[in-house]
């Protein structure tokens, strides 16, 4: 039973390219959230998605972040136009249904790195 | 708003001590907490979840405590060993809507040989 895919594990990109990050959840997981990680600093929520819908998206940047969870295929984080700062990782995590005051656990990927030069 | 602080940035230990890690929020009652362990390059991955009515939970060498008075949660890891090195990450809530977590910023662990 595959945990949560997500590639590419590293990325590196140029200033102004952008940056597609994507994540395939745990089997029979519906429930997918993206999270970043800057250096020094802790897991920030970005947004939390189910197939085909943005359920929140408090924690995105207004402007060049995206994301996507079609009915077929991975969910997808976009960066547009990259800058320096956007340079950490990103995690995606899943969970069969979502986490609610009862606790549903949920399961990080391994990450994809993001190095903007 | 919400904040989450886990008080030790880095814990060196002996092996075969107890580490004991702390995290402490403000401005929440959260329904419960989690605790995490983060590897180097590597995602979290859950370890322990202790509810707001539970006062201590067990798990093989790991204990957790919840002092809801305090708004402090305690993580121990008894007869620690070196495997045991990595960060360690406290997390809740962040809605009662569930659909996000704020984490601390992790306490990394070193336990010595």
């Known amino acids: 039973n595959a945990g949560v895919m997500q590639n590419p594990r590293h990325l590196v990109r140029r200033r102004g390219q952008e940056a597609r990050l994507r994540c395939s959840p745990m089997k029979g997981h519906s429930h997918v959230y993206w999270y970043r990680q800057l250096p020094e600093e802790g897991l920030k929520f970005m947004v939390y998605?189910?197939?085909?819908?943005?359920?929140?998206e408090s924690g995105m940047p207004k402007e060049r972040f995206s994301a996507e969870f079609p009915k077929e295929g991975p969910s997808i984080l976009r960066i547009q136009q990259v800058v320096r700062g956007d340079s950490a990782a990103y995690f995606c995590?899943?969970?069969?249904?979502?986490?609610?005051?009862?606790?549903?656990?949920?399961?990080f990927g391994e990450g994809s790195w993001l190095t903007v030069v | 708003s919400q904040k989450i602080e886990q008080n030790s940035e880095a814990l060196n230990i002996q092996e075969g001590k107890t580490a004991t890690l702390t995290c402490n929020y403000t401005n929440y009652s959260p329904a419960y907490l989690q605790w995490y362990r983060q590897d180097p390059g590597r995602g979290p991955v859950f370890l322990l979840l202790i509810r707001e009515n539970e006062k201590e939970k067990r798990k093989e060498r790991l204990k957790v405590t919840f002092d809801t008075t305090l708004k402090q949660s305690l993580f121990h890891i008894t007869a620690s060993q070196p495997a045991d090195s990595a960060t360690y990450l406290c997390a809740l809530l962040l809605n009662q809507a569930g659909t996000a977590l704020i984490f601390g910023k992790g306490t990394t662990l070193s336990v010595s040989s």
């Open positions: 998605l189910q197939k085909e819908n943005i359920i929140d």
């Open positions: 995590a899943s969970s069969p249904a979502v986490q609610t005051v009862s606790g549903n656990t949920i399961y």
